[in-house]
């Protein structure tokens, strides 16, 4: 009877059958795309204009990139893109099974239409494919985006015939669905095995592999520290990568499909035509075995969760709430009972976000999982052993790269916290806390919260990078200025543009205002480093240690100076105070005026 | 209608339900009573078969709830605590969704939406998206779409939060009328006065163990011989020992909650 289709009852009610659940659910997810979409056209037509931009842009700069290098590569090393191709799968592959894993965690156990659709006459295996599509189509859009410059570019340049761009989607989305389902199968599988674990072992799995991903990475790279980007360092680092070519792993599926229907030429000479052919068949022979693994795993997945999804679902509502008792640690007791009593309320609030800050996992673990990234990266930027013309811009984009992390925790995280607080205002409200400290309380917690951390940041980068203790300076008043704005920016705008209403820090960030922060912390951090980083760069220029040559007369041969370089960081300290103050004196006023 | 048979729910190790048998005719309007956390949503969850139990079963129409859950859902109506609604389909796809996943001919669920829209008063909000809805209009929302399909048991989870006057009059009425008509209604409340207007038959849980059982007339009897026994003076009328006979079963019951997503 479980999966049966019942007769009518005598309410005209009846079990559906599995086509008709399923058509059902598609109808329903249709339903809330069209409302979706049809509401970011009329309320976010800012946020779509800018994702549809930069995605363009982020494609068409992805497609020259990977043009330049398949160029390189078809003339230099032609038999290593195989290899190249093989590492970029099968990295993916791994990250694609743990984000699918993550999404449908939250889609089959935590989310309010988990529940409702259990307490329905539901089947779980329709249940899961209904979540599945969701998380599949999450998880892969960026693969799509990422991978597809990369194989039109490939195509272009091995002027492959159209059969190959034809087939490039079929093999994406079935090379995607195995990992996927593969995550899917064992997020199911922990959730009934392991309830407690549940997403704190998922996600410190999860941070460990993409560090060992990271760290494996870098140590391939790293070896041949003297012969960067010559032939032996290509050679030892295609030895170590060579692990991908496995002839099991649906990434090598992938590669030697794409590999194949890509190797077709356009001549139409007869042997030519059986050639291409031969290559499109063992392409679709490729293609078949992926569909077929996929289609296989998806049926395991479906009877999986027929056997494991409710159970799962009941072990997981099992889990016994950690009462852990929570005493005040030193620093907060430092920070609450320090400074002068006027100021204590401020001092308390902070300490309220920094307690709030501390037990969400889900705030610090991407804190460290990015700012841990960006470590590995400028403690292994040495191996590159850049000479020091270079050095010195790649310091400035590091900088640059570092306030760009910034921005999006700002963004995801401080520009929320206004929001969150109006929907607690009736606390606030009646506690003898002038609504300023509020927000300044928001600032210095984020201004404080980030300085250090990219600090040393910086400090790192120009260290392995070898730069003077003179442009160590630049760059670290720099980045001063940057936490300071980035947070002004984010608390400011948070503060002039407050959503009550939602309860979702995602949702807020997502918005109108979450957006606008985005746009104008990334036009901050571009100006600060370009009014910094050019006049450096001509006056290293000048002294013999930049590239390109110096201008020895006119506006470029001014800027170009010490002095230029100082003007250059004067003005990226008077950006950091407009970009603090403005912001701030726009949300004060508004926040001083809010009716919750 | 609704059987548990010797139900005991575990987090852990902490017993949330213990030892529950219970038996609810059809027709039966029952009320749940208890402090915080003494296992009444736990109970809710297993009836719905959001939760296993840990050991003994639960059935509703016969059908059990961890055997067989769909057949078990076809024939109940849950109204949760919080109502759970896609804020972006209208309150009406919303009930269309509803009655496609009971299977209901597309006739019989047109003539049920319009039913359902009409007593509960959604009409003049029933095709605005979801987000736009208060509490209360979710709620009268929620209401509808567990009534859509005739159930022949409904299980409410503290019903008449963010229900306004007029509101909780209908709910209270439609109650009385389906309980009437053979509906099965088992809920849950903190209210004592709610389950004296209501319900035929009253159980009070503390600390996951069922302490009394049967009709608010056996509780005031009950309580009036308490009171008798005591030799205590008649203060505030019989509502008033009612209501404390109802706080000495539950006195320094309140425990904290267990398992995600109790009240």
Same mark, same amino acid.
């Given at each position: 009877?479980?999966?049966?289709?019942?007769?009518?009852?005598?309410?005209?009610?009846?079990?559906?059958?599995?086509?008709?659940?399923?058509?059902?659910?598609?109808?329903?997810?249709?339903?809330? @795309?069209?409302?979706?979409?049809?509401?970011?056209?009329?309320?976010?037509?800012?946020?779509?204009?800018?994702?549809?931009?930069?995605?363009?842009?982020?494609?068409?700069?992805?497609?020259?990139?990977?043009?330049?290098? =398949?160029?390189?590569?078809?003339?230099?090393?032609?038999?290593?893109?195989?290899?190249?191709?093989?590492? =970029?799968?099968?990295?993916?592959?791994?990250?694609?099974?743990?984000?699918?894993?993550?999404?449908?965690?939250?889609?089959?156990?935590?989310?309010?239409?988990?529940?409702?659709?259990?307490?329905?006459?539901?089947?779980?295996?329709?249940?899961?494919?209904?979540?599945?599509?969701?998380?599949?189509?999450?998880?892969?859009?960026?693969?799509?985006?990422?991978?597809?410059?990369?194989?039109?570019?490939?195509?272009?340049?091995?002027?492959?015939?159209?059969?190959?761009?034809?087939?490039?989607?079929?093999?994406?989305?079935?090379?995607?669905?195995?990992?996927?389902?593969?995550?899917?199968?064992?997020?199911?599988?922990?959730?009934?095995?392991?309830?407690?674990?549940?997403?704190?072992?998922?996600?410190?799995?999860?941070?460990l592999v993409v560090l060992g991903i990271a760290w494996l990475g870098w140590s391939a790279m790293a070896g041949a520290r003297a012969d960067t980007m010559s032939a032996a360092w290509f050679e030892q680092t295609f030895a170590r990568l060579a692990i991908t070519e496995?002839?099991?792993?649906?990434?090598?599926?992938?590669?030697?499909?794409?590999?194949?229907?890509?190797?077709?030429?356009?001549?139409?000479?007869?042997?030519?035509?059986?050639?291409?052919?031969?290559?499109?068949?063992? @392409?679709?022979?490729?293609?078949?075995?992926?569909?077929?693994?996929?289609?296989?795993?998806?049926?395991?997945?479906?009877?999986?969760?027929?056997?494991?999804?409710?159970?799962?679902?009941?072990?997981?509502?099992?889990?016994?709430?950690?009462?852990?008792?929570?005493?005040?640690?030193?620093?907060?007791?430092?920070?609450?009972?320090?400074?002068?009593?006027?100021?204590?309320?401020?001092?308390?609030?902070?300490?309220?976000?920094?307690?709030?800050?501390?037990?969400?996992?889900?705030?610090?673990?991407?804190?460290?999982?990015?700012?841990?990234?960006?470590?590995?990266?400028?403690?292994?930027?040495?191996?590159?052993?850049?000479?020091?013309?270079?050095?010195?811009?790649?310091?400035?984009?590091?900088?640059?790269?570092?306030?760009?992390?910034?921005?999006?925790?700002?963004?995801?995280?401080?520009?929320?916290?206004?929001?969150?607080?109006?929907?607690?205002?009736?606390?606030?409200?009646?506690?003898?806390?002038?609504?300023?400290?509020?927000?300044?309380?928001?600032?210095? =917690?984020?201004?404080?919260?980030?300085?250090?951390?990219?600090?040393?940041?910086?400090?790192?980068?120009?260290?392995?990078?070898?730069?003077?203790?003179?442009?160590?300076?630049?760059?670290?008043?720099?980045?001063?200025?940057?936490?300071?704005?980035?947070?002004?920016?984010?608390?400011?705008?948070?503060?002039?543009?407050?959503?009550?209403?939602?309860?979702?820090?995602?949702?807020?960030?997502?918005?109108?205002?979450?957006?606008?922060?985005?746009?104008?912390?990334?036009? =901050?951090?571009?100006?600060?480093?370009?009014?910094?980083?050019?006049?450096?760069?001509?006056?290293? @220029?000048?002294?013999?240690?930049?590239?390109?040559?110096?201008?020895?007369?006119?506006?470029?041969?001014?800027?170009?100076?010490?002095?230029?370089?100082? @003007?250059?960081?004067?003005?990226?300290?008077?950006?950091?105070?407009?970009?603090?103050?403005?912001?701030?004196?726009?949300?004060?006023?508004?926040?001083?005026?809010?009716?919750? | 209608?609704?059987?548990?048979?010797?139900?005991?729910?575990?987090?852990?190790?902490?017993?949330?339900?213990?030892?529950?048998?219970?038996?609810?005719?059809?027709?039966?309007?029952?009320?749940?009573?208890?402090?915080?956390?003494?296992?009444?949503?736990?109970?809710?969850?297993?009836?719905?078969?959001?939760?296993?139990?840990?050991?003994?079963?639960?059935?509703?129409?016969?059908?059990?709830?961890?055997?067989?859950?769909?057949?078990?859902?076809?024939?109940?109506?849950?109204?949760?605590?919080?109502?759970?609604?896609?804020?972006?389909?209208?309150?009406?796809?919303?009930?269309?969704?509803?009655?496609?996943?009971?299977?209901?001919?597309?006739?019989?669920?047109?003539?049920?939406?319009?039913?359902?829209?009409?007593?509960?008063?959604?009409?003049?909000?029933?095709?605005?998206?979801?987000?736009?809805?208060?509490?209360?209009?979710?709620?009268?929302?929620?209401?509808?779409?567990?009534?859509?399909?005739?159930?022949?048991?409904?299980?409410?989870?503290?019903?008449?939060?963010?229900?306004?006057?007029?509101?909780?009059?209908?709910?209270?009425?439609?109650?009385?009328?389906?309980?009437?008509?053979?509906?099965?209604?088992?809920?849950?409340?903190?209210?004592?006065?709610?389950?004296?207007?209501?319900?035929?038959?009253?159980?009070?849980?503390?600390?996951?163990?069922?302490t009394f059982l049967g009709t608010v007339a056996d509780l005031r009897a009950r309580s009036l011989g308490a009171h008798a026994a005591s030799g205590g003076q008649e203060v505030g009328g019989q509502q008033s020992s009612l209501e404390q006979l109802y706080l000495e079963?539950?006195?320094?019951?309140?425990?904290?909650?267990?398992?995600?997503?109790?009240?």
């Amino acid at each position: 009877m479980t999966d049966g289709v019942s007769p009518p009852s005598p309410t005209g009610c009846r079990l559906t059958g599995e086509t008709e659940e399923s058509r059902i659910l598609l109808r329903l997810r249709v339903l809330l @795309a069209q409302a979706t979409i049809r509401s970011m056209v009329t309320t976010a037509r800012l946020r779509l204009s800018l994702v549809i931009l930069l995605s363009a842009l982020f494609w068409g700069s992805l497609y020259g990139l990977f043009y330049e290098a =398949f160029l390189f590569l078809d003339s230099l090393h032609a038999e290593v893109i195989s290899l190249l191709f093989n590492a =970029f799968f099968s990295s993916l592959m791994v990250m694609l099974v743990f984000s699918t894993g993550i999404l449908l965690y939250s889609g089959l156990y935590t989310t309010p239409e988990a529940r409702l659709l259990l307490t329905l006459p539901a089947r779980s295996d329709t249940i899961f494919a209904h979540k599945f599509q969701e998380a599949f189509w999450f998880s892969s859009w960026g693969f799509i985006l990422l991978g597809s410059p990369m194989l039109v570019a490939y195509g272009v340049v091995r002027h492959a015939p159209w059969t190959y761009y034809a087939l490039l989607l079929p093999f994406m989305v079935a090379f995607v669905a195995i990992p996927a389902t593969i995550g899917g199968i064992l997020c199911m599988l922990l959730v009934a095995c392991l309830p407690r674990l549940r997403l704190h072992s998922l996600s410190v799995a999860a941070g460990l592999v993409v560090l060992g991903i990271a760290w494996l990475g870098w140590s391939a790279m790293a070896g041949a520290r003297a012969d960067t980007m010559s032939a032996a360092w290509f050679e030892q680092t295609f030895a170590r990568l060579a692990i991908t070519e496995q002839k099991l792993f649906p990434s090598w599926w992938l590669s030697s499909g794409l590999l194949e229907s890509a190797s077709s030429t356009t001549s139409t000479a007869p042997d030519a035509a059986e050639g291409n052919a031969l290559a499109l068949a063992e @392409a679709l022979r490729f293609l078949a075995l992926l569909v077929a693994h996929a289609l296989l795993l998806q049926l395991l997945a479906g009877r999986l969760a027929q056997r494991v999804h409710r159970l799962g679902y009941s072990q997981l509502s099992s889990e016994v709430p950690t009462r852990r008792q929570r005493r005040m640690s030193w620093f907060d007791e430092v920070l609450s009972r320090s400074g002068t009593q006027a100021g204590r309320p401020l001092r308390l609030l902070m300490v309220k976000d920094l307690r709030i800050f501390r037990r969400d996992i889900s705030q610090w673990s991407q804190f460290l999982i990015f700012f841990g990234l960006l470590g590995l990266y400028f403690w292994n930027v040495r191996s590159f052993n850049y000479q020091h013309s270079y050095a010195a811009m790649i310091g400035f984009l590091n900088l640059a790269v570092v306030g760009l992390i910034l921005s999006t925790f700002t963004t995801r995280f401080v520009f929320p916290m206004i929001s969150l607080e109006g929907r607690r205002f009736w606390i606030l409200g009646l506690l003898p806390v002038h609504r300023d400290q509020i927000v300044w309380s928001k600032f210095l =917690f984020s201004f404080l919260g980030g300085l250090v951390p990219c600090c040393l940041l910086v400090a790192l980068s120009d260290v392995m990078l070898g730069l003077t203790p003179w442009l160590l300076g630049i760059h670290e008043v720099c980045c001063v200025a940057l936490c300071m704005g980035l947070s002004g920016i984010a608390v400011g705008l948070g503060a002039r543009m407050p959503d009550l209403r939602e309860n979702s820090p995602s949702k807020i960030a997502s918005g109108f205002g979450g957006t606008l922060s985005l746009v104008l912390s990334s036009l =901050f951090i571009m100006a600060v480093v370009l009014v910094t980083a050019v006049p450096t760069h001509l006056f290293l @220029a000048r002294e013999g240690i930049a590239w390109s040559s110096p201008a020895r007369s006119g506006l470029w041969a001014s800027v170009g100076t010490e002095r230029g370089v100082l @003007a250059g960081l004067a003005v990226a300290v008077v950006l950091g105070l407009i970009a603090t103050l403005v912001p701030l004196w726009l949300g004060l006023r508004s926040f001083r005026r809010l009716e919750p | 209608m609704i059987e548990f048979d010797s139900v005991t729910r575990t987090y852990g190790a902490k017993v949330a339900v213990s030892e529950l048998s219970l038996s609810i005719p059809r027709g039966e309007l029952f009320a749940l009573l208890g402090p915080n956390g003494a296992g009444k949503t736990t109970t809710i969850k297993m009836l719905v078969g959001l939760l296993r139990p840990s050991r003994g079963a639960v059935r509703v129409s016969g059908h059990d709830l961890v055997g067989d859950p769909r057949s078990a859902h076809l024939h109940i109506g849950y109204v949760p605590d919080e109502p759970c609604l896609y804020d972006k389909l209208t309150g009406r796809e919303f009930l269309w969704f509803i009655a496609d996943m009971f299977g209901m001919p597309r006739d019989r669920a047109e003539q049920r939406i319009a039913a359902e829209i009409e007593h509960f008063e959604l009409g003049e909000f029933a095709d605005d998206l979801a987000e736009s809805y208060s509490l209360g209009m979710r709620q009268r929302l929620v209401f509808a779409s567990s009534l859509l399909h005739d159930p022949d048991v409904l299980v409410l989870d503290e019903p008449m939060v963010g229900l306004d006057p007029r509101s909780v009059r209908i709910v209270k009425d439609l109650l009385r009328e389906r309980s009437r008509a053979g509906m099965t209604v088992f809920m849950s409340t903190h209210t004592l006065a709610m389950a004296e207007e209501m319900a035929d038959r009253i159980g009070i849980m503390v600390r996951g163990r069922l302490t009394f059982l049967g009709t608010v007339a056996d509780l005031r009897a009950r309580s009036l011989g308490a009171h008798a026994a005591s030799g205590g003076q008649e203060v505030g009328g019989q509502q008033s020992s009612l209501e404390q006979l109802y706080l000495e079963l539950t006195s320094g019951a309140d425990a904290t909650p267990v398992g995600k997503g109790s009240p």
